[in-house]
């Protein structure tokens, strides 16, 4: 079993950057592919970003491409979300997952098998 706990949400402007942190307990968080979703208030949980479990390859939702990186320290036992460019409509609370498919990504919630509690990010206008 894996736990997760993400850190670095807050409020920030419009424009601005945040880091999120998603640490995970256990000896096999190299097994699993890691993923980040958001849920917004009133709206479906929305996938961000998967990453392969060597890192290798990653994949993005085109609503933040460009501006999001996902990356992973196995030897930390901890995926990143970079997030650049902040603008108001990617306010949401912000989950890490991870999922034991065998293939590379995962953007099916329904594949993800580990949850952490989310951290909330707000991005003023």
């Known amino acids: 079993q894996v736990q997760l706990v993400e850190s670095g949400g807050g409020l920030v402007q419009a424009g601005a950057s945040l880091r999120l942190s998603c640490a995970a307990s256990g000896r096999t968080f190299r097994s699993y592919i890691m993923g980040w979703f958001r849920q917004a208030p009133g709206k479906e949980r929305e996938f961000v970003a998967s990453?392969?479990?060597?890192?290798?390859?990653?994949y993005y939702a085109d609503s933040v491409k460009g501006r999001f990186t996902i990356s992973r320290d196995n030897a930390k036992n901890t995926v990143f979300l970079q997030m650049n460019s902040l603008k108001p409509e990617d306010t949401a609370v912000y989950s890490c997952?991870?999922?034991?498919?065998?293939?590379?990504?995962?953007?099916?919630?329904?594949?993800?098998?580990?949850w952490g509690q989310g951290t909330q990010v707000t991005i003023s206008s």
């Open positions: 997952a991870a999922s034991r498919v065998s293939r590379g990504f995962s953007y099916d919630h329904n594949e993800y098998d580990y």
């Open positions: 990453i392969s479990r060597g890192g290798g390859t990653t």
